[in-house]
Nanobody, 113 residues
Framework: QVQLVESGGGLVQAGGSLRLSCAASISIFNDMGWYRQAPGKQREWVATIYSGGGADYAHSVKGRFTISRDNAKNTVYLQMNSLKPEDTAVYSC?????????WGQGTQVTVSS
């Protein structure tokens, strides 16, 4: 059974930084990404890092967030800088293996103004 465990969330002031981690129970030589869901809103895509290299970002986080991976540790990271109150959400990672999508349980990020 594939398990993804996120960590690194917390409370931070606007302008601050956090680094989220997503540890997988299997090799992560696949596409992986981060989504977030704010209260009362639909889940939205944040960033993807591709197995072949390269990454994409949502317009709202481009230039502030950086996704990276450590394949030796089966871990994907999301470095979040210049955080804004509108970044407040539960952040979840996703691992795509062929047609299967695996999700973590999420970690809360709260940005105070």
């Amino acid at each position: 059974q594939v398990q993804l465990v996120e960590s690194g969330g917390g409370l931070v002031q606007a302008g601050g930084s956090l680094r989220l981690s997503c540890a997988a129970s299997i090799s992560i030589f696949n596409d992986m990404g981060w989504y977030r869901q704010a209260p009362g809103k639909q889940r939205e895509w944040v960033a993807t890092i591709y197995s072949g290299g390269g990454a994409d970002y949502a317009h709202s986080v481009k230039g502030r967030f950086t996704i990276s991976r450590d394949n030796a540790k089966n871990t994907v990271y999301l470095q979040m800088n210049s955080l804004k109150p509108e970044d407040t959400a539960v952040y979840s990672c996703i691992l795509v293996v062929r047609t299967n999508h695996y999700w973590g349980q999420g970690t809360q990020v709260t940005v105070s103004s």
